[in-house]
Every structure is written in C-alpha cells, then in structure tokens.
C-alpha cells in the first residue's frame, strides 16, 4: 500500500513580511497623529471662540433688560449663557466688555473681544 505524501512547508509569516506591516504601520501612524493633534487644537479654539461669542450676546441681552446695570459677569447672564469647565473667561467691567478674553485649557489661543463684538486671537 503506498502512502500519500504531502509536504508541509513552513506556516505563517516571514521576518520580512512582518517587518514590511510593521513600517507601513509607522508611516501611517506618522501621518495620522499630528493630524488628530491639529485636529484637537481646532476644536479647542473653537470652542472657546463660541464660548466667548456666546457670553457677549448673552450680556448684550442682559444690558438691554437691565439698562441700569453697568456691568455683567456669569452669574447675571445665567438665564441666557451656560458655560463649560472647560474654558475660561476673564471679565472687563463695562458695557463694551472689550478686553473680555477666553480660553480653553486644553487650547494655545487666548481669544478677545476688541470692540463691538468682535473677537481676536
């Protein structure tokens, strides 16, 4: 009786296969971290930018119901505005609130109102 002969040749993967996923995985990998990085940094500035932007319409409503009120602060606007933990808003006295200024803690970009509303970096 014969026997049927099939050859087992070595399984799985070679050094140089898997050093070949291996760098194409780094390649990625560089691409795609400061990528999300740039990515999260946007999103912090931005959030501060709505934050600010937010306070500032919400003290305009509160100065046209309270004309007799010269400043606003977080507390007063509370009906209107509701911020996060996350960022930081620095008040100015007055009813311009230039100066008034915003960041996020996670964020690089202090944001400020320069005048009539509008919002610098």
Same mark, same amino acid.
């Given at each position: 009786?014969?026997?049927? %002969? @099939? $050859?087992? /040749?070595?399984?799985?993967?070679?050094?140089? #296969?898997?050093?070949?996923?291996?760098?194409?995985?780094?390649?990625?990998?560089?691409? +795609?971290?400061?990528?999300?990085?740039?990515?999260?940094?946007?999103?912090?500035?931005? !959030?501060?930018?709505?934050?600010?932007?937010? %306070?500032?319409?919400?003290?305009?409503?509160? %100065? +046209?119901? =309270?004309? *007799?009120? !010269? *400043?606003? *602060?977080? +507390?007063?606007?509370?009906?209107? %505005?509701? $911020?996060?933990? #996350?960022?930081?808003?620095?008040?100015?006295?007055? =009813?311009?609130?230039?100066?008034?200024? +915003?960041? =996020?803690?996670?964020?690089?970009?202090?944001? #400020?109102?320069?005048? @009539? /509303?509008?919002?610098?970096?």
């Amino acid at each position: 009786m014969q026997e049927s %002969f @099939s $050859p087992k /040749g070595p399984k799985g993967f070679t050094l140089i #296969e898997l050093m070949i996923v291996i760098a194409i995985i780094g390649v990625l990998a560089a691409i +795609a971290i400061p990528q999300y990085v740039a990515y999260r940094q946007k999103g912090y500035n931005s !959030q501060a930018k709505a934050e600010l932007k937010g %306070f500032y319409t919400a003290c305009q409503a509160y %100065f +046209a119901d =309270h004309s *007799d009120k !010269q *400043d606003c *602060d977080i +507390a007063s606007v509370s009906e209107w %505005f509701t $911020p996060s933990n #996350e960022v930081t808003i620095s008040l100015v006295k007055g =009813h311009s609130m230039v100066g008034t200024k +915003a960041k =996020h803690d996670n964020g690089p970009v202090t944001y #400020e109102i320069v005048g @009539s /509303g509008a919002i610098s970096p």
